[in-house]
């Protein structure tokens, strides 16, 4: 079965430090990559995503991920957080599985920034 | 903007009590999906839908369904409601055609709080 991994359930960092994200699924075919993020009190939205093209997406607020197909990954990174990006991070697989594409979600990494 | 809304931010009821959540957007998607959100288990698909009367099973469909009878709606029911459904509800809608779900991104509601006595 399709699967995401998220490996870091909590993260704390300092303002200025640099950030990756964990991000491995499991499927062989093509897929789609998406990192939503919630900030506390708000809905779900989409940081980045890639589905062709550059393996090297660029999303809002500074955030960049990378696609390395051979390690099935799609880390997130950020050079310098804030703390204004302390939040729950999800990594999300859309892949085919019996005709039609499913959404799969990780199991979420809450990121915390001490100012 | 999309907007995608649900009836309730919180929501306590009784076990064996019938719970309908409804979610309701604006952008004229054709997929509605909604999800339960679990702390340490991320968002799991209970059920979605790409059109009108149509639905699909997600992953934990067990004692949930759903009903679609306008595009802009997609209501969530538990039958009978148990403590283990006691949970974070979340909706969400993408795309204007069902062969475009796999680029879509998806739209989420502020989600609903259920908590089941």
């Known amino acids: 079965a399709q699967s995401v991994s998220q490996h870091n359930h909590h993260v704390i960092l300092s303002e200025a430090a640099s950030l990756e994200l964990g991000c491995n699924y499991s499927y062989g075919g093509t897929v789609n990559l998406f990192w939503y993020v919630q900030y506390p009190g708000q809905h779900l939205q989409l940081l980045l995503k890639y589905f062709s093209g550059d393996p090297l997406v660029k999303g809002i607020k500074g955030f960049e991920a990378e696609f390395i197909k051979s390690k099935f990954s799609f880390n997130l990174r950020k050079p310098s957080v804030q703390w204004s990006d302390t939040a729950e991070y999800f990594c999300?697989?859309?892949?085919?599985?019996?005709?039609?594409?499913?959404?799969?979600f990780g199991t979420g990494t809450r990121l915390k920034v001490l100012a | 903007d999309v907007k995608v809304t649900q009836s309730s931010r919180y929501l306590v009821k009784r076990t064996g009590e019938k719970v309908f959540l409804e979610c309701v957007q604006d952008?004229?998607?054709?997929?509605m999906f909604w999800y339960r959100q679990d702390p340490g288990l991320g968002l799991r698909l209970i059920y979605f839908?790409?059109?009108?009367?149509?639905?699909e099973k997600g992953d934990i469909p067990e004692g949930y369904s759903v009903s679609r009878e306008k595009k802009e709606r997609f209501s969530l029911i538990l039958e009978s409601a148990s403590t283990n459904q006691t949970s974070m509800y979340l909706c969400a809608s993408s795309g204007t055609s069902p062969r475009r779900v796999r680029t879509d991104t998806q739209y989420f509601g502020p989600g609903t709080r259920l908590t089941v006595l």
């Open positions: 952008m004229d998607h054709e997929n």
């Open positions: 839908s790409y059109d009108v009367k149509m639905k």
């Open positions: 999300a697989v859309n892949a085919r599985n019996s005709g039609t594409y499913k959404y799969i």
